[in-house]
């Protein structure tokens, strides 16, 4: 998974040069160096990093946690945070954000290394996951078969045409018991 493009958010410039330099040396590219969230969003149009790393502790307005939560947001990106603070506060607020990894510093290269590999085979996986469930839903939402999904005697989905076969809007199912539109002589075949 080498010869990926890595963008690092670090105030700290010796702490970022040493990511670089071991990003470098383990054959990913430094696509950008940045000291703050808001120089690091302004320039992910512009590079289109394969991954971010970021210091949750960051100077200027925002900290490495909102600007995760707008990388991820904005553009689907895996984050992994760097980070010298482990209290359960910080930890609770970068795990929300639903990062690919938190890495406390000082780092071991080989820590850094993997935690990328790793976030960016999740990352991968979970484009083919969310690439699989819209074609699913497409071809649910096309289908002339009817599709119907109850859960506690509730209608929780109804595709066009099994909404179109019953004759309700996904609306008013949702305010019928399933069992209401068998009809009675086969109620008891259907429980």
Known sequence: MKNKKILIVE??????????VCLSDAGYEVTGMFSTAEEALGS???????????DIRLGG???GIEAAELVLQRYDLPVIYLT??????????????????????????????????????????????????????VLIEKSSACVFIIRNDRFLYANPSAQAIAGYTLEELGRINPSDLVHPDFRDVVR
């Open 11 to 20: 105030d700290e410039l010796i702490t970022a040069e040493n990511i670089r």
């Open 44 to 54: 992910l149009e512009r590079i289109r990093p394969d991954l971010v790393m970021m």
């Open 61 to 63: 307005k925002m900290d």
């Open 84 to 137: 010298s603070y482990a209290d359960d506060e910080v930890i609770r607020r970068a795990a929300s954000t639903e990062s690919y990894g938190y890495i406390i510093k000082p780092f071991q290269e080989a820590e850094l290394i993997s935690n990328i590999e790793m976030a960016v085979f999740k990352h991968g996986a979970a484009q083919r996951l969310k690439e699989s469930e819209r074609k699913f839903r």
